[in-house]
């Protein structure tokens, strides 16, 4: 238990579907990440929010949209996915800027059909 | 970010030591050097950090030559449970990218 939780731990859904991921963190950090695993590839920063401001955007594609309403919570929002999309999802926190330990939750299995 | 280099894979034995040497040629004068460890379908969870020298603590060593060219991890008397895939960072603390190299698969064998 990493003070990092995820939910859903799996989700399957249809390219014309909209869902979102949560992540909550209970460590008091100020800074979350969200990453994406794909199969034998490493993990690809995908976002990063400090104090709740986004501070990087990997050139992601529009169909991922993040929110972080409060330093504790953190989201991606899904819509019109492709099957490429599919992928381990996860969610991580620091203290401070990036070399700071950063604590991931056990992400969300995402299959898009 | 540094570009890092390490081994595709290892094998081991239960109880014994593995050493992981990370090649990072091009490190900045404030980069700092960070092992994670990652199980499957699991996110990576951090092992050690250092700087230069030598870093000791709990769970492994972390050797760092004068150059810091390179730096290895070392793992003692390894057990099946340590069977992961172990990724060598290089960053500057200032910046929020850490970027994950492929990493190395370590096997441990009864």
């Known amino acids: 238990e990493t003070g990092v939780t995820q939910t859903p731990r799996h989700l399957v859904m249809g390219m014309t579907n909209k869902k979102s991921l949560k992540c909550e963190q209970h460590?008091?950090?100020?800074?979350m990440y969200w990453y994406k695993q794909s199969a034998k590839k490493p993990l690809e920063l995908m976002f990063v929010y400090s104090l709740e401001e986004r501070v990087e955007n990997n050139s992601v594609p529009s169909r991922f949209s993040p929110e972080c309403p409060n330093s504790s919570h953190l989201f991606l929002h899904l819509h019109t996915l492709q099957p490429e999309d599919s992928a381990l999802y996860l969610c991580?926190?620091?203290?401070?800027?990036?070399?700071?330990?950063?604590?991931f939750g056990p992400g969300t299995r995402l299959l898009v059909l | 970010l540094a570009k890092t280099t390490q081994p595709i894979s290892m094998d081991s034995y239960e109880g014994q030591e593995v050493n992981i040497t990370c090649s990072h040629n091009?490190?900045?004068?404030?980069?700092?050097i960070t092992w994670y460890q990652q199980f499957p379908s699991q996110g990576p969870r951090f092992i050690i950090q250092?700087?230069?020298t030598k870093v000791t603590n709990e769970v492994a060593s972390l050797f760092i030559p004068a150059d810091r060219k390179s730096s290895t991890l070392s793992l003692p008397r390894v057990s099946l449970s340590d069977t992961a895939v172990y990724y060598c960072l290089v960053g500057d603390p200032n910046d929020y990218k850490l970027s994950f190299g492929a990493g190395t698969t370590v096997t441990v064998r009864a």
């Open positions: 091009n490190i900045a004068t404030n980069d700092y």
């Open positions: 991580a926190s620091s203290q401070g800027r990036g070399l700071e330990t950063q604590y």
């Open positions: 460590l008091g950090h100020n800074a």
């Open positions: 250092g700087y230069k």
